[in-house]
């Protein structure tokens, strides 16, 4: 599967890559204003690529098709879960990170970034990707196929700076998913560095702040 992306640069010449992945029904243009209110000039040129998921039937919405990592089974995010859709949509995610490093990008100098479905993506790729990324942002989401990342991680990424925001109000990914999934990437080693906001399934001003503030150190 070969993904459509939408890309920004803020000069010729980029030294980083920031790639964000939407969330359910959404489209890569989603994070564009968020992408235009992060000041990450001195890191030199950035790289933004913004990538559509693939439209596909969603079973919890009634099988309506949409724009889709995976498929979504039931209100229960984490007991049944689409790991064949998930599986490819990592393959397609890889793909984009090689091309990256193609155009003379380092792994080291390329994060991953998603929100609600694009955060399970980010970390799902982002763990078990076999060269060392510069971080993981992830917003308003949760870690998928939990039980299957202790054997499956990419020891290259055991040390990679992992940004965890979620709103406290989240009614579609509850505050305790994204808790418990903190809690296990602790478990296991990994340095989360933890934000919660009080908002709903979104994205707030602060939360844009704090971003910029860890994209500027982990891109340093």
Not at 103 to 130: D, K, N, W, Y
Request: glycine share 8%; with cysteine.
């Amino acid at each position: 599967m070969s993904l459509q992306v939408l890309e920004a640069q803020t000069g010729e010449n980029p030294v980083a890559t920031v790639l964000i992945l939407h969330g359910l029904g959404a489209d890569g243009r989603d994070f564009l204003p968020v992408a235009e209110q992060l000041d990450l000039s001195s890191v030199g040129p950035v790289r933004f690529i913004f990538p559509n998921a693939p439209v596909m039937p969603v079973t919890i919405n009634g099988g309506y098709q949409m724009p889709a990592w995976y498929d979504i089974l039931g209100a229960d995010l984490t007991q049944r879960q689409d790991e064949a859709g998930m599986r490819h949509s990592q393959q397609a995610i890889d793909a984009l990170i090689d091309r990256e490093k193609s155009r003379g990008v380092a792994s080291e100098r390329i994060v991953l970034a998603g929100f609600s479905q694009g955060c399970a993506m980010t970390l799902m790729t982002g763990l078990r990707h076999p060269d060392r990324l510069a971080g993981l942002l992830c917003m308003s989401g949760y870690l998928p196929l939990a039980d299957k990342t202790a054997a499956e991680r990419s020891a290259a990424n055991q040390h990679v700076p992992i940004f965890m925001a979620h709103g406290t109000r989240d009614p579609v990914v509850l505050l305790p998913r994204a808790t418990a999934s903190r809690d296990h990437l602790q478990s296991l080693g990994y340095a989360v560095e933890w934000h919660d906001y009080a908002m709903e399934h979104s994205v707030c001003q602060e939360e844009i702040a704090d971003m910029q503030d860890w994209l500027l150190k982990v891109l340093a």
